[in-house]
Every structure is written in structure tokens, then in C-alpha cells.
């Protein structure tokens, strides 16, 4: 019998209050109990509508019919044959653009909580070992992967499982890109994250800490070295700063320093870990996607009493998943939205506060979205000491630099084809944010599988 | 893990350590760096690399000891190994064919001053160095410069070794007696590689500073080493760590570099200048 409860069963959360001073996961996820209770509101549709969303086509009726009858097991196995990292997904993905957009429950009411199930599943079944070692033949074949984010794991767990011999090129001192030192503690536990790489690692993947491609080695070193393919999973690392005086002054980070100082670094639990990172009692966050809500987030826990998300457009066109954005609003982020920061003030080197104006939505843009023009004599101060730039990041140019044959695109992605993300280099393929720009882990998760099968046809078929 | 292969102290509070680490000692070239983490959790870090040998595949670094994570590093013997030790990172020393060439070392400088003087002398310059130190004692690398440096000039703050005063001093000595340097290229303390560039702008000698600001990860990912040169803001870690010093803001790079100031239990790297 389907529950046609109109709602998703609510998934328990941390009080804001409670969880505003600790780093600790706000959503605590489903028991068994409710998962099975969400898992009823799924009518099975023959035609699977939710699945088109899902980038990676996990067989969502299928799994939630085994968690249904209470087969969690084969719940994991259908999910893991699509989906290498569940745990991570089903948190982070945006489900409501995504799967749970497509899904019929929503025509009235709430979609069914994929994401909340499949993290369900894998949390399950991550609770007891993980250690299951697989034995696959090895074919002989080399093939190097850069970096270890979610296109780069996923393109190394499905070579493995081919029988590639994979290494993966890391240039931090862990693998996990974003996961690691990008999303906080709070919203994906690290520890998990941990889990979730070592499944990958023993489908028999090598890894290489502390090697950056174009400094340590190159693309063309690497093929020398025995490699017959090589995938570029690097991200988008390189933060965007928006240009206005002041943004040198001490106490203006980017997201992308003050998020691996706390998360990679740990530095929020400083002086244990002797990472530190400053954090006034008043803070600018600029921008209004997930990076902008974790550090918004972050810097509340630790310790500041006034946080601003400053975004120059309004509240429907924040880019953020609509659960973040209604976590920071429980946790009293302040949303100063239609506003643009035009210059840091500073005192001693130290910023005092920044100056803005107010906005308004006017003609559509390129992207289709209207775009914000500045109000006359709108002009006005936020008294902050901690700025955090929140507004994009692009490829990280060192690769490019240093590959000859490796066509990019004016703003610094990599140009593939699409359908094998091939780039414009012999055996050279790409996926993930070093194409699209920052975007999500699952659609950097497809680039990586999409490309492990392309390189799986080139090598076999030479 | 990288293993440290023999390691040895300079003076009382600078070493010199030799670590095991191919990826780096393959391409390294003068005037890059590493970044090292001593322990799991511990601090990323820079210093740079002071010399290398490819088949030997290690890397020697020259640290001074300043504060919490340096004294972890000096703690560790030959035979123990450091957690991580990642290079080679920064653009090389962009070092161009002189007939002669000044080298000016504050302290600690003079280790990251010491490849690229050797590698001049390689392509056939004449080379002085400066050393510039507290005391008698922390002035590093005298041999090692004397063996193909033409002079080496020392000053002390205290005169326990060489001429009592700065760095400086001899400079302006030197060119005041009709000395003609191609180029300086100077490392050290902030504020001696300012005072530096203000003599040597005035001269009209192109001079080369090595910046330190703070740095996480050291590839251009977190903006935390940023720097104001010639009114353009440049990441330290990828687009240098040298710069021409006469383009330098330094006042932002001293107050920059102070910004952890109360989180770092002691630190005495201002040392020498
Ligand atoms: C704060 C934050 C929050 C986010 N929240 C969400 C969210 O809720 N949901 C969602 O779907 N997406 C989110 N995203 C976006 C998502 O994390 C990214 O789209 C995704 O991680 C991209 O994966 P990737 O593998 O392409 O790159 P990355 O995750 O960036 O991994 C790239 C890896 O390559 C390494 N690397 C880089 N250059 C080199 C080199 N030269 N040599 C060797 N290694 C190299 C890097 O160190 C890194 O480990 C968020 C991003 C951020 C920053
Ligand atoms: C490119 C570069 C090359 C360097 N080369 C050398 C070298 O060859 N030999 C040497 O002795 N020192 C070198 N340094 C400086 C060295 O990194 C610092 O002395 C060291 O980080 C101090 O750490 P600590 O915890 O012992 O001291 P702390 O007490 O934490 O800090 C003391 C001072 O060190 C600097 N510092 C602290 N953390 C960092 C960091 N993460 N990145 C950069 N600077 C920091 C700050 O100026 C600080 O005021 C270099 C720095 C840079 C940026
Ligand atoms: S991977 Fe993401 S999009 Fe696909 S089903 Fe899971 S939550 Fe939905
Ligand atoms: S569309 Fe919704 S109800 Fe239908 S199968 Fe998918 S999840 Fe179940
Ligand atoms: S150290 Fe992070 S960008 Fe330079």
C-alpha cells in the first residue's frame, strides 16, 4: 500500500540553536522506520520519469523498492552500480532540480525523498564493513587520472573495475576535491567522505598524494612514463575576486581559503590543529550559491554574531540549494539581497565595514536571467570586520599552461566533445568543474563515468 | 611520507635537512619551494628549496625556527619521515645571463638566495653576496657562497662578525665606490628587502625580491598569498615567488603577513634584517 501522505516524511535535524555552535551533521538522517514509511510514497512509475533527472541514471524505483521490502543490501547494489558515492549525493545533490523535480509525487504535493533514501542506503550499509576488498583481473593497461574530486574517483572506480591499472594524481595531501576541503563538516561528514573514496581505492586504484600535473609532471611526461590515457578531473579551484578597492585588506578571505582553512585544516578546531583562521564578529558573505551559504554557515559557528549574505540578485534567483538556503535562514544568516558590494573600508589594514548599493532586476540577460542594474543614491554601509568573496571560481590555468595541443576556452575550461569528453589532445580526456565551471558533484560524477567508457573504447579497439 | 636523509644544524636556530622526495627532485628548478606538512593534521607550510639532486631524488631545505610548526619539523631526526612535502611549487627564478650580479641575504634569506646565485654563476656572472645577520651566529652559508662568489660581505647588528650595521650599509657603500651591479637580487625580511629597493630604485638597478606572504596550498587555489605588484593583485605561489622589488607594495605585504600575528605563539622571523 502506497502512503499518500502529501509530505515527505521529516528527516530529524539538529536544533539551529544547538547546531549554529557545533560542526557537527545538521540532518541526522531517516531510521530505518521512516525510511521505509518514505519509501511507500514512491508509485513505482512503469515509465520513471524521476531517473531522466538523475545525471547518473540511478534506477530510483528499483532501489527504493528494496528498501521498501527491507533488502537494504540489494538497495546498495542497484544504487553503487550507477552511483559510486551515494552518502555524498544524497546530500548534496540538487535533488529538486534534479531527480525529485521530475518525480510525479510533486504534480501534488512533495516529490519522494530520493536523496534523503539513497543516503539512507548507503549510510546503512556503510555502518558495517567497508573493507570488502574486490580481486579484478588486471588488464595491464595504464591509465593516470588528475585529481582525486568526484570526476576524478569516478573515473578511476569505473577504469578499475574495467581492469585499468589507475593512478590517481592528487596534488593536495588528501583526496576528494571540494568534498574535502570545500563543503563543511556539518553538511557531509568527512569521515564518510573518507569511506565512500576508500570503496574506490579498493576497487584497486593507486594513488599519488602531493604530485600537481604541470609542476611535478606533465601531461606529456606522463604518457612517456607508460600512461595510454590520461583524464583531467582538476576543478575549478582558482577563486574570482570582484576587483573593488579594498579587497587586500586583512580580514577579506575567499571562500575557497576560508573553507579549506576550516574544513581541510581543521582550523576550526584551532588550537588543536594549528591551522588559524580570523573571524570577526560581523561578517560580509558575498554571493549567493552553496560556497556562499557554507561560509555564511561556517563563520556563525565559528563564533560570529552577525552574518550577511550579501547577493545582487533577489531570493528565487539564488543559485544555492533551496535546503541550504532555509538551513541559513534557521540559523539567522541575514539575507541582504538585491545588493552589490562596491568598495572594503578599511582601518589600520584591518576592514571596518563595506560599502554598497541596492539593486534592481532589469532586462534579461545572455543567460536569460535579468539582470541586476544599480539604484541611483542607494548607496550603504554594512558594519562588518570579516569579508568573504563567494562569487565563482574558475580552472585553475596551470595544466593548460603547461600542455601543448590542449585547446581551452577564452574564460579557461577545457574543451571537450561532449558524448566522450574527449579534449582537442591524442588520449586526452576532461570532465567535471575543469569543463563546465563550478557546477555539481553528481554532473561531475557523469563526466567521469562518460569518459571512463570512451577511454575504455579507445584503448580496447586500437 | 618522505624520509629525511641526513640533516644538520647551522646555528642555533636555523637547520638544514635533506628529504627523500622523487616528484619534486625530478623538475625542480632555483628559486621554487615545497610545501610540507610535518604530521597528520598538522600545518601546510612553505621554504624553499635550497638545493637538489636528481639522482639522489632529494631535496634540501634550510628552515629556521620560528614558531610551532618549524620546531615540529626540528624535532624530527634523520631515518623519521615528514607526513607531506609537496613541489615543486612557484614560477623558477627567472635568471638571465649577467656579467655581475649582487646577491643580498637577510638571516634565513640567504637559503633561498643561495640556488639562485649558484645557478648565475653557472651561466657565467660574477657574483658578490651581502649576508646580513643578528650576530656572528646567524649568518648561514658563508662557505658554501665563498666557493663561487667573488666577494662575501658580511654585516652584523651587533659587529660580533663583519661590519656592525645593516645589510644596507654596505650597499650603499659598495655603489658609492663605483661598484656597477647588473641586477640585485635580494631575500630576506620584508623590511630589509624594502629599504633595499629603495636604494637600489634610485640607483636604477633592476632588483629581485622573494616574497613570503602566508600560503595554504600553494597553487593558486585559495588567494591567501595575494600581493599588490605594479597595481595588479598576483598570487604569490603561482606567479612568483619573485618579483621585481621595485613594483612591490610592501607596505600591504607587512601588514598582510602580520595578520596571524596573535594566533602564532612566537615568532622571531624579522630576524637578520
Ligand atoms: C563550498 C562548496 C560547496 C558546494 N556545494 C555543492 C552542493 O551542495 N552540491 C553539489 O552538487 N555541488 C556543490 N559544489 C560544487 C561541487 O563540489 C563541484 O562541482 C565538484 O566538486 C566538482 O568536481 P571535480 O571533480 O570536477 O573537481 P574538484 O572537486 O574541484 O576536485 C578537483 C581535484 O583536483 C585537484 N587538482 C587540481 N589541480 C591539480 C593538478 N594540477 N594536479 C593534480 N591535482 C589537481 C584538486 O586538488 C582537487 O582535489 C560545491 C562547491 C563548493 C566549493
Ligand atoms: C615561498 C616561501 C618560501 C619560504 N622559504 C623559507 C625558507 O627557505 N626557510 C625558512 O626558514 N623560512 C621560509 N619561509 C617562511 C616559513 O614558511 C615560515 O617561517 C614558517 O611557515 C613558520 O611557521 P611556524 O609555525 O614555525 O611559525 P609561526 O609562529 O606560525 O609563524 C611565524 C611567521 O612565519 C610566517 N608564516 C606562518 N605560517 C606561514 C605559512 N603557512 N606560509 C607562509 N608564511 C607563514 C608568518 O610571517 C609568521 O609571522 C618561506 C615562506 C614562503 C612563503
Ligand atoms: S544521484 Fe543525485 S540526482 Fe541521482 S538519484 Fe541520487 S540524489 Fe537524485
Ligand atoms: S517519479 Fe517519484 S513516484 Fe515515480 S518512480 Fe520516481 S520516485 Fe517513485
Ligand atoms: S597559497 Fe593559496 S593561492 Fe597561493
Redesign the interface.
Known amino acids: 500500500m502506497a502512503n499518500m501522505n502529501p509530505k515527505k516524511v521529516s528527516m530529524p535535524e539538529q536544533d539551529p540553536t544547538l547546531r549554529s555552535q557545533n560542526f557537527e551533521e545538521v540532518s541526522l538522517g531517516y531510521t530505518l522506520n521512516l525510511a521505509q514509511e518514505e519509501a511507500l510514497r514512491c508509485l513505482q512509475c512503469k515509465h520513471k520519469p524521476c531517473v531522466a533527472g538523475c545525471p547518473v541514471n540511478v534506477p530510483i524505483p528499483e532501489f527504493i523498492q528494496k528498501l521498501a521490502e527491507g533488502d537494504i543490501k540489494e538497495a546498495y547494489r542497484i544504487i553503487t552500480n550507477e552511483n559510486t558515492l551515494p552518502a555524498i549525493c544524497g546530500r548534496v545533490c540538487p535533488q529538486e532540480n534534479q531527480c525529485e523535480k521530475l518525480c510525479v509525487r510533486a504534480k501534488k504535493g512533495e516529490s519522494v525523498g530520493i536523496g534523503r533514501l539513497e543516503r539512507f542506503v548507503a549510510d546503512y550499509i556503510m555502518e558495517g564493513s567497508t573493507d570488502e576488498v574486490h580481486d579484478i583481473p588486471k588488464n595491464g593497461i595504464k591509465v593516470a587520472v588528475v585529481g582525486g574530486g568526484p570526476a576524478g574517483l569516478t573515473c578511476a572506480g569505473d577504469l578499475a573495475k574495467l581492469g585499468y591499472e589507475v593512478t590517481i594524481f592528487e596534488a593536495l595531501h588528501a583526496l576528494g576535491g571540494v568534498l574535502m576541503y570545500g563543503i563543511p563538516e556539518f553538511r557531509l561528514p568527512k569521515l564518510l567522505v573518507q569511506k565512500e573514496i576508500q570503496n574506490i581505492i579498493n576497487l584497486g586504484v593507486r594513488i599519488e598524494k602531493n604530485v600537481i600535473v604541470g609542476r611535478s609532471i606533465t601531461i606529456d611526461e606522463l604518457f612517456q612514463e607508460g600512461f595510454k590515457a590520461v583524464f583531467i578531473g582538476s576543478g575549478a579551484g582558482l577563486p574570482t575576486f570582484m576587483n573593488i578597492p579594498g579587497e587586500n585588506l586583512n580580514g577579506v578571505y575567499s571562500a575557497n581559503e576560508f573553507l579549506t582553512r576550516s574544513n581541510l585544516m581543521k582550523a576550526y578546531d584551532f588550537p588543536n590543529n594549528p591551522t588559524p583562521v580570523k573571524i570577526g564578529k560581523k561578517v560580509a558573505v558575498v554571493g549567493g550559491g552553496n560556497v556562499a551559504m557554507d561560509a555564511a554557515r561556517t563563520a556563525r559557528r565559528l563564533g560570529a554574531e552577525e552574518v550577511y549574505i550579501v547577493y545582487r540578485r533577489g531570493e528565487s534567483e539564488l543559485p544555492a540549494r533551496l535546503e541550504e538556503v532555509h538551513h541559513a535562514k534557521e540559523e539567522e544568516i541575514i539575507f541582504k539581497l538585491l545588493s552589490n558590494p562596491t568598495k572594503i573600508l578599511g582601518e589600520e589594514g584591518w576592514v571596518v565595514g563595506m560599502e554598497c548599493i541596492e539593486m534592481e532586476l532589469g532586462e534579461p540577460d545572455a543567460s536569460g536571467r535579468r539582470r541586476p542594474v544599480e539604484k541611483q543614491d542607494s548607496a550603504f554601509t554594512l558594519d562588518v570586520n570579516t569579508v568573504i568573496i563567494a562569487i565563482g571560481q574558475s580552472p585553475n590555468p596551470l595544466i593548460c599552461q603547461t600542455t601543448a595541443g590542449l585547446d581551452t576556452h577564452k574564460w579557461g575550461g577545457i574543451v571537450v566533445e561532449e558524448e566522450t569528453m574527449k579534449t582537442s589532445k591524442e588520449n586526452v580526456y576532461a570532465g567535471g568543474d575543469v569543463v563546465t565551471s563550478a557546477a555539481t558533484v553528481i554532473l561531475a560524477m557523469g563526466s567521469g563515468k562518460k569518459a571512463a567508457k570512451a577511454i575504455h573504447q579507445k584503448l580496447t579497439s586500437a | 611520507m618522505y624520509e629525511i636523509i641526513s640533516k644538520k644544524s647551522l646555528n642555533s636556530s636555523v637547520e638544514w635537512m635533506e628529504v627523500h622526495a622523487p616528484?619534486?627532485a625530478?623538475?625542480c628548478e632555483s628559486g621554487q619551494f615545497i610545501i610540507l606538512?610535518v604530521d597528520e593534521?598538522?600545518?601546510?607550510f612553505p621554504l624553499t628549496i635550497a638545493d637538489y639532486d636528481r639522482e639522489k631524488q632529494t631535496i634540501t631545505i634550510i628552515y629556521q625556527i620560528v614558531g610551532?610548526?618549524t620546531q615540529k619539523l626540528s624535532q624530527k631526526q634523520v631515518g623519521d619521515f615528514i607526513?607531506?612535502?609537496?613541489?615543486?611549487?612557484g614560477r623558477p627564478a627567472d635568471l638571465k645571463p649577467h656579467k655581475r650580479v649582487l646577491g643580498i641575504g637577510g638571516g634565513v634569506g640567504a637559503a633561498p638566495l643561495y640556488p639562485q646565485l649558484k645557478r648565475l654563476h653557472e651561466l657565467g656572472a660574477s657574483v658578490d653576496v651581502i649576508l646580513g645577520g643578528r650576530s656572528d651566529e646567524f649568518v648561514i652559508l658563508e662557505d658554501e657562497l665563498k666557493a663561487f662568489c667573488d666577494h662575501v660581505y658580511v654585516a652584523t647588528n651587533d659587529g660580533s662578525k663583519g661590519t656592525k650595521g645593516f645589510v644596507t650599509d654596505i650597499l650603499n657603500e659598495l655603489v658609492s665606490q663605483g661598484t656597477i651591479y647588473d641586477e640585485i637580487i635580494t631575500i630576506g625580511p620584508l623590511i630589509m628587502m624594502k629599504v633595499v629597493c629603495d636604494i637600489t630604485k634610485d640607483l636604477g638597478i633592476p632588483t629581485s625580491v622573494s616574497l613570503n606572504p602566508v600560503m595554504?596550498?600553494g597553487?593558486?587555489?585559495?588567494?591567501?598569498c595575494?600581493v599588490?605588484v605594479g597595481g595588479k593583485?598576483k598570487f604569490a605561489c603561482?606567479d612568483g615567488p619573485d618579483f621585481d622589488g621595485h613594483l612591490v607594495d610592501f607596505e600591504?605585504c607587512m601588514?598582510?603577513q602580520?595578520?596571524?600575528k596573535e594566533?602564532e605563539h612566537l615568532c622571531k622571523i624579522n630576524l637578520g634584517g
Open positions: 616528484f619534486v625530478r623538475k606538512r593534521d598538522g600545518e601546510r610551532f610548526s607526513h607531506d612535502f609537496v613541489g615543486p611549487l595554504v596550498d597553487t593558486g587555489m585559495c588567494g591567501g595575494r599588490t593583485i603561482v600591504e601588514r598582510r602580520s595578520m596571524y594566533e
